[in-house]
């Protein structure tokens, strides 16, 4: 059965930082590539993060400078540490896994950030 569990969201101050992690489990994952997406009510999932297998990353204009995504293939655990956070960064953040060229296979069930003062 294959698990992706986030963890790390909460409430912080528009400035602060979180570090979010997705544990994975179920899944060769030094296989898949891994991503953060965030997802506010009425608006679609957009990609914020990813990192492939071989450890490239690329992010959202909005995440750049502020947040860094990396991964622990010996922990099967990937991480998003977002810095200087903004109210417009509130959103429920998922974690997907894909396979090099294809859409997220699997998705876990998210995790609150809420930023406000």
């Known amino acids: 059965q294959v698990q992706l569990v986030e963890s790390g969201g909460g409430l912080v101050q528009p400035g602060g930082s979180l570090r979010l992690a997705c544990a994975a489990s179920?899944?060769?994952?030094?296989?898949?590539?891994m991503g953060w997406y965030r997802q506010t009510p009425g608006k679609q999932r957009e990609l914020v993060a990813h990192?492939?297998?071989?450890?490239?990353?690329n992010y959202a204009d909005s995440a750049k400078g502020r947040f860094t995504i990396s991964r622990d293939n010996a922990k099967r655990t990937v991480y998003l540490q977002m810095n200087s956070l903004k109210p417009e960064d509130m959103a429920v953040y998922y974690c997907g896994a894909n396979m090099p060229g294809a859409p997220v296979s699997f998705w876990g069930q998210g995790t609150q950030v809420t930023v406000s003062s």
């Open positions: 179920g899944i060769f994952f030094r296989g898949y590539a």
């Open positions: 990192i492939t297998r071989g450890v490239s990353t």
